[in-house]
């Protein structure tokens, strides 16, 4: 099946600096990423949609300058937490879907601690 | 607003019995529903697509019904297994989306041995 990978796993850092997670789908193109966060014993709750070459789409509520999202390649989407405080620790996942596929393919995950 | 329940938050059942977790929907005609697993600490693995017209589909042990009318999913494992022990995610596409899904909160199945 197809992979998604996620690189960091874990990340723990000061607060006030910022943090890049990658996501990169190993073996498709994802013409689309999503970008989750996911606070314990709670859903999945969408915080953007990138697709490749434009803009991502930033769900209400979600700074769009603190949560910076490129997505350059049709293999590559990045999560940039800028000036990470306590209240962003949380468990962050990205997804994605190639051209036809409804299923979504989930990487691994990256839990942010901000001391 | 379109709205996703998993009734319960924790399911807890004995080896080789039957868990059937619940999924219900409100406000929304998706076109198809979705079950995931979830282990702790990693993302959502997909297991199963039903779609509008399917009444029942099955994967292995697994089986999916999907009712239009009650607007509700049934997620069934048989002959479950310790290693089934996971949290269960249903999810359904978001209504004018790319292919976002919504997701319920999940329900947490531990297997007894």
């Known amino acids: 099946g197809a992979v998604v990978s996620q690189h960091p796993s874990r990340v723990i850092c000061k607060s006030g600096t910022s943090v890049k997670i990658e996501c990169r789908s190993l073996?498709?193109?994802?013409?689309?990423m999503f970008w989750y966060r996911q606070f314990p014993k709670q859903s999945l709750m969408l915080m953007a949609t990138?697709?490749?070459?434009?803009?991502?789409?930033?769900e209400q509520g979600v700074e769009k300058d603190k949560f910076l999202i490129n997505h350059a390649s049709l293999t590559l989407s990045t999560l940039t937490v800028t000036s990470a405080h306590p209240e962003d620790s949380s468990f962050y996942i990205c997804?994605?879907?190639?051209?036809?596929?409804?299923?979504?393919?989930f990487g691994s995950g990256t839990q942010l601690s901000v001391l | 607003s379109q709205k996703i329940e998993q009734n319960s938050e924790a399911l807890n059942i004995q080896e080789g019995k039957t868990a059937t977790l619940t999924c219900n929907y409100t406000?929304?005609?998706?076109?198809?529903l979705q079950w995931y697993r979830q282990d702790p600490g990693r993302g959502p693995v997909f297991l199963l697509l039903?779609?509008?017209?399917?009444k029942e589909k099955r994967k292995e042990r697994l089986k999916v019904t999907f009712d239009t009318t009650l607007k509700q999913s049934l997620f069934h494992i048989t002959a479950s297994q310790p290693a089934d022990s996971a949290t269960y995610l249903c999810?359904?596409?978001?209504?004018?989306?790319?292919?976002?899904?919504?997701f319920g909160k999940g329900t947490k199945l531990s297997v007894k041995p």
């Open positions: 997804s994605a879907s190639g051209t036809v596929n409804e299923k979504l393919f």
């Open positions: 073996d498709f193109q994802a013409t689309t």
């Open positions: 990138s697709n490749e070459g434009s803009k991502a789409t930033y």
């Open positions: 406000n929304y005609s998706p076109a198809y």
């Open positions: 039903i779609r509008e017209n399917e």
């Open positions: 999810a359904l596409e978001a209504r004018g989306s790319q292919g976002n899904l919504i």
